[in-house]
Every structure is written in C-alpha cells, then in structure tokens.
C-alpha cells in the first residue's frame, strides 16, 4: 500500500483530500487558496481522507452528543443522567453489529478497510432517528433540524465542490509537488 506524505509545509494541513466531508473539504479548499507557503523543518503531513483531526472531533462529538440527547428522550425521572453512559454504549452498537453481523452477508472481511459502510450506515441510522425527532417537540426536534441543516450544508458543499474538482486538483498538486 503506497502512502502519500507531504513534508516541509504547514499549509497543507488544509489540503482537501485530507478531509472526508464535502463541507470541511470546502472549507478546506478556500483556507489553503489563500495560504501563504510556510515551511516547516521536520512537519509530516500523510494525505488520507481520515486525517483532519478537526473534523474527527467535531463529527465524533457532534454525534455523540446527539445519540446522547436522543437517549435522554427515552429516559424519565433522574434515570436521564443515564443518558451518558448509554449514549457511550448505544453509539458503538451499530458499528459492532454492522461488523459482526453484516459484513459477512456483504462478503466483506472484517480486516478490510470498511469505513465506507460503517459511514453510510451510522448516518443512515443518525438520519432515520433524526426523522424520527424532527415529528416530535421538544429540545430533540431542533437537535434533529440541525442534523438536516449540517447535511443539507454537506450537500451544498458537494454540489459547490464537483465543478472546482479541477481547481482543487491543481492547488494540492502544486502543495504537494
């Protein structure tokens, strides 16, 4: 398996390809269109879709918090502190039943790098329980409209991001070259 790295540059921290969602590759692409060269002795960057520390926050978080509001719905009384812990362990169910259970009816091995399905399905998950709250009222239905609101974004990014493909292609290339 080849690796791309880039050394040397500080810049390219915002390369776009480094980023996994459309929204961060957006945001990504105009940071570094204005980034000045900086070198920087000793940096090594590896250009893979998984490595914006920011964005695996931010996601993880995001969707953490989420699970764990959408919990507390379920949850009555002082049982809600709960919500906590069982958001912690909720979150992973669907990861280790799509790994144990499902990978092998799509003849995946569960050594492979599924981090495509695991993403499509915890957001269709995410999706389907957001659909669910956006009927309801309460606190979780404006969580649920700002789970659309940040797809809906995503989506616009892509939209914004397919005709720059080319532009993106020559600013990485001219980072990492």
Known sequence: MMMNIVRDRAEARWLPSRHRYALMRLIAF???????????PGLILVIDRDQSTLENLTTSIWATLTVM????????????????????????LPLYILGAAMMPLFGRSLEANN??????????????????????????RWLAYVFFAVLTLNALAAVILFPL?????????RCVA
Request: charged share 15%; glycine share 4%; with cysteine.
């Open 115 to 140: 981090h495509r399905l695991n993403s499509v399905f915890y957001w269709s998950l995410m999706t389907i329980a957001s659909a669910y709250f956006v009927t309801r009222s309460g606190i979780n």
């Open 30 to 40: 105009l940071i570094l269109r204005n980034a000045r060269p900086k070198p920087q």
């Open 69 to 92: 509001c959408y919990m507390s719905t379920a949850m009555h009384g002082w049982w809600k502190l709960a919500a906590i812990p069982v958001g912690w362990i909720v979150i992973q």
């Open 165 to 173: 493909r080319r532009k993106v292609a020559e600013l990485e290339a």
